[in-house]
């Protein structure tokens, strides 16, 4: 009965992500970064989840080993930005060439990674709207967030993340952090906290 409503909800809804279900959406900024990013994979590992990480394109370019073993774990990659781009600092042009240059960067590395990504996040998740629409006719779908831990600011405690996230998550909810040496202890501290608190509350964490 239940597997019938849901099928039906789900031809009805045919975006499964937005309305269908208990899905939450980790994500994961401006890596790959060796000193944080596999620890990140081992802990999503450990409770078999999968995540989104929206990328830096030179940081890709730095690590590709590091980018590859994110891939090969089946998360989600993102675009944002090759070099992490204030947007409403720049011209359109010089704005979508730096997210070409992200793709770019993607395509040099070994074929089974060679892939174009749909997602897109505007680093601080701030651009002109005619960027964001440029952005889309790429062939992006722009993701944001509803639940911003702040994981990067030194005076935030995994104490009080763990709160906001218990706070604020509900269905559908896209929770940010960032694989980066400036979240590093804090991040990894509170992650499994979250996840663990999350899948208790029945949600399953799914990449976008
Ligand atoms: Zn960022």
């Given at each position: 009965?239940?597997?019938?409503?849901?099928?039906?909800?789900?031809?009805?809804?045919?975006?499964?992500?937005?309305?269908?279900?208990?899905?939450?959406?980790?994500?994961?900024?401006?890596?790959?970064?060796?000193?944080?990013?596999?620890?990140?994979?081992?802990?999503?590992?450990?409770?078999?989840?999968?995540?989104?990480?929206?990328m830096?394109g030179?940081?890709i370019?730095?690590?590709?080993?590091?980018?590859?073993?994110?891939?090969?774990?089946?998360?989600?990659i993102g675009n944002h930005t090759y070099?992490?781009?204030?947007?409403?600092?720049?011209?359109?042009?010089?704005?979508i060439a730096n997210v070409q240059k992200w793709e770019e960067a993607v395509k040099r590395q070994?074929?089974?990674t060679n892939h174009q990504s749909p997602?897109f996040?505007?680093?601080?998740?701030?651009?002109?709207?005619?960027?964001?629409?440029?952005v889309?006719?790429l062939g992006y779908?722009?993701?944001?967030?509803?639940?911003?831990?702040?994981?990067?600011?030194?005076?935030?405690?995994?104490?009080?993340?763990?709160?906001?996230?218990?706070?604020?998550?509900?269905?559908?909810?896209?929770?940010?952090?960032?694989?980066?040496?400036?979240?590093?202890?804090?991040?990894?501290?509170?992650?499994?906290?979250?996840?663990?608190?999350?899948?208790?509350?029945?949600?399953?964490?799914?990449?976008?």
């Amino acid at each position: 009965m239940l597997k019938a409503l849901k099928s039906l909800l789900q031809r009805l809804y045919p975006c499964g992500k937005c309305s269908v279900g208990k899905a939450v959406y980790l994500t994961f900024d401006d890596g790959p970064i060796p000193e944080v990013t596999p620890k990140v994979l081992a802990i999503l590992a450990k409770y078999n989840v999968k995540a989104t990480f929206f990328m830096v394109g030179e940081n890709i370019d730095k690590h590709p080993e590091v980018f590859e073993q994110v891939v090969q774990a089946g998360h989600s990659i993102g675009n944002h930005t090759y070099n992490h781009m204030k947007g409403w600092r720049v011209s359109t042009a010089e704005y979508i060439a730096n997210v070409q240059k992200w793709e770019e960067a993607v395509k040099r590395q070994s074929p089974i990674t060679n892939h174009q990504s749909p997602l897109f996040r505007p680093p601080y998740g701030r651009t002109w709207v005619w960027q964001r629409k440029a952005v889309k006719r790429l062939g992006y779908e722009i993701y944001l967030w509803d639940v911003l831990t702040r994981d990067y600011n030194a005076h935030r405690t995994p104490e009080a993340m763990l709160a906001q996230i218990k706070r604020q998550t509900r269905p559908g909810s896209i929770i940010n952090f960032h694989d980066s040496v400036k979240s590093n202890e804090r991040m990894l501290t509170v992650l499994p906290q979250a996840i663990e608190w999350l899948q208790k509350e029945g949600y399953e964490l799914a990449a976008l």
